[in-house]
């Protein structure tokens, strides 16, 4: 059954769109976990120009989800292995698009970069969907620049040929 979603590599073009659906899903839900220091430090972390130009220049991977054409996920990768970015549209939530966004940047980090795992600093509102799809704790709770975070890493697997 098509439900129109489909999950691709983001493109120039997305850039605009996607960051502004990743800013709002965090002021929704993760914003209050990060007092002013936290959201300041995600703020300009979206916003650095010298991410955006990684983007461009092919250094910071990133996909999207969307739903006949309008953009609801996102996941980006950096250092060929750690989920920098995931977030999904409030309106999409609990619809396993989260998931095909991790399966989806597991598969290319092992194909692209023959990885075998991936890692994520997981903000306290995701360490629970983190945790449902195999991630594990590598660290205790840290806090650094007003960012809450738990270390967690997942073996990226195969299972009946298919890259899990």
């Known amino acids: 059954m ?3 979603i489909l999950i691709r590599k983001a493109e120039m073009a997305d850039w605009e769109e996607t960051m502004a659906m990743t800013w ?12 002013v220091e936290g959201v300041d ?13 990684m983007f461009l220049l092919g250094t910071y991977h990133m996909f999207v989800a969307t739903h ?13 292995n750690h989920i920098s970015l995931l977030f999904v549209d409030e309106a999409y939530h609990r619809k396993g ?12 980090s092992k194909e692209e970069y023959g990885k075998e795992e991936i890692t994520v600093n997981a903000a306290p509102y995701g360490f629970g969907f983190y945790r449902k799809v195999g991630f594990y ?7 650094n ?10 073996e990226i697997g195969e299972k009946d040929g298919k890259i899990i």
């Open 68 to 80: 006949f054409g309008k953009i609801i996920g996102m996941v980006s990768l950096r250092d060929k």
């Open 137 to 143: 704790s590598t660290s205790p709770l840290l806090t």
């Open 41 to 53: 430090n995600f703020r300009n972390f979206i916003a650095d120009p010298m991410l955006r130009r």
């Open 145 to 154: 620049g007003g960012i809450k975070y738990t270390s967690m890493k997942k």
């Open 2 to 4: 098509d439900d129109g």
């Open 24 to 35: 709002k899903t965090f002021m929704k839900f993760e914003a209050a976990d990060y007092g």
């Open 97 to 108: 698009i989260g998931r095909r966004l991790i399966d989806t940047i597991g598969a290319f």
